[in-house]
């Protein structure tokens, strides 16, 4: 198994237009967690997605959203994009039903760059 | 509202060395907490959680529900410990509450 796959890898956008992020999690996997890494800080939350439902949002704007597939893959959209959005977008998936102690596996990142 | 604090942004040891990564946080209700780890060039993941009770790669971890501290140590630093490490707690389900993150450089 890959992991948890994103795509793309990289992204360079201009302010005011819009970005859509992909993830795929692990074979198997139905929840899928997005956060958002600036430099120099941790991962914030942004969304919790469990068998295509929200589960969880953080504390972002509504330029922010995201969605599940049948398939437990998953988007992240964000629209009017601004320079402060420039960030590496993280997926995490897990296995169980959103327990507490579940473990988070997470992707290699999008890292998205607004000029 | 949950938080976080790692107050060492690097710590920088020499091998053999004992290492502590120190890690605080509030939180209202009981707590998990975690300790992830980012190599260089590596995807963030999981070094260990505080119910299991294990160690890995030498490290441990003690909740602390009096200092509200969850702090990582390892007896004798090698060079591969060398990464980042982000101490985390989950609220509601399973989403992670992340510190800022501490830099370990183990020196030859």
């Known amino acids: 198994d890959a992991g948890v796959t994103q795509s793309p890898t990289h992204l360079i956008k201009t302010r005011g237009q819009h970005v859509t992020l992909r993830c795929s999690p692990i074979?198997?996997?139905?929840?899928v967690s997005w956060y958002q890494q600036v430099l120099g800080q941790g991962p914030q939350f942004i969304f919790q997605y469990y068998e295509k439902e929200e589960r969880g949002r953080g504390n972002f704007p509504d330029r922010f959203s995201a969605r599940q597939f049948p398939n437990y893959s998953s988007e992240l959209n964000v629209n009017a994009l601004l320079l402060g959005d420039s960030a590496l977008y993280l997926c995490?998936?897990?296995?169980?039903?959103?327990?507490?102690?579940?473990?988070?596996?997470f992707g290699p990142g999008t890292r998205l760059t607004v000029l | 509202a949950q938080r976080v604090t790692q107050p060492e942004k690097l710590l920088s040891v020499f091998k053999g060395a004992p290492v502590e990564l120190k890690c605080n946080y509030s939180y209202s209700g009981s707590p998990e907490l975690f300790w992830y780890v980012q190599y260089s060039r590596q995807r963030l993941q999981l070094l260990l959680r505080?119910?299991s009770r294990e160690s890995i790669k030498g490290f441990t971890a003690d909740l602390n529900k009096g200092e509200t501290s969850f702090h990582l140590k390892k007896p004798f630093a090698q060079e591969e410990d060398s990464a980042m490490y982000y101490c985390a707690l989950t609220s509601g389900y399973s989403t992670l509450t992340f510190g800022k993150g501490t830099m370990l450089l183990v020196s030859p």
């Open positions: 074979s198997g996997h139905k929840s």
């Open positions: 505080h119910i």
């Open positions: 995490a998936s897990s296995s169980l039903a959103g327990a507490r102690t579940d473990t988070q596996y």
